[in-house]
C-alpha cells in the first residue's frame, strides 16, 4: 500500500519558519501533482500549495510571498517551506498526492494523516 507521512510540524512564534516534509513509500510508478491542504478548526479543507510534475506551482493567496513548496521526485517528497509564519496560520497540514502504483496505472490521490503547525503570537 501507498503510505503519505507528513513531518516537520509544530510550535513556532509568529515571524519564524518551518519546513513541512511528506514522504510517500509503496510501490509507486510515478507522482504526478503534489500538495499541501490545511485545515484549522471550524474552517474547511483548504488549498495551500501544489505543484505539478512539470514543476508548476500554485499558491493560495494568503500564503504567496511567504510560503514556497517544492519536490524532489528521487525520494517521492514534497516540501513547503513556510517563512513569516503568522497565527493564522495555525492549522493541521496534509499533504497530498496524485500519483499512479505499480499495480494500478491511473492517477489517484493518496493523503497523509497530518501534522499540526502552531504559531503564537
Known amino acids: 500500500q501507498v503510505q503519505l507521512v507528513e513531518s516537520g510540524g509544530g510550535l513556532v512564534q509568529a515571524g519564524g519558519s518551518l519546513r513541512l516534509s511528506c514522504a510517500a513509500s509503496g510501490s509507486i510508478f510515478s507522482i504526478n501533482a503534489m500538495g499541501w491542504y490545511r485545515q484549522a478548526p471550524g474552517n474547511q479543507r483548504e488549498l495551500v500549495a501544489s505543484v505539478t510534475s512539470g514543476g508548476s506551482t500554485n499558491y493560495a493567496d494568503f500564503v504567496k510571498g511567504r510560503f514556497t513548496i517544492s519536490r524532489d521526485d528521487a525520494k517521492n517528497t514534497v516540501y513547503l517551506q513556510m517563512n513569516s509564519l503568522k497565527p493564522e496560520d495555525t492549522a493541521v497540514y496534509y499533504c497530498?498526492?496524485?500519483?499512479?502504483?505499480?499495480?494500478?496505472?491511473?492517477?489517484?490521490?493518496?493523503w497523509g494523516k497530518g501534522t499540526l503547525v502552531t504559531v503564537s503570537s
Open positions: 497530498n498526492m496524485q500519483l499512479k502504483t505499480a499495480a494500478w496505472r491511473y492517477n489517484a490521490n493518496y
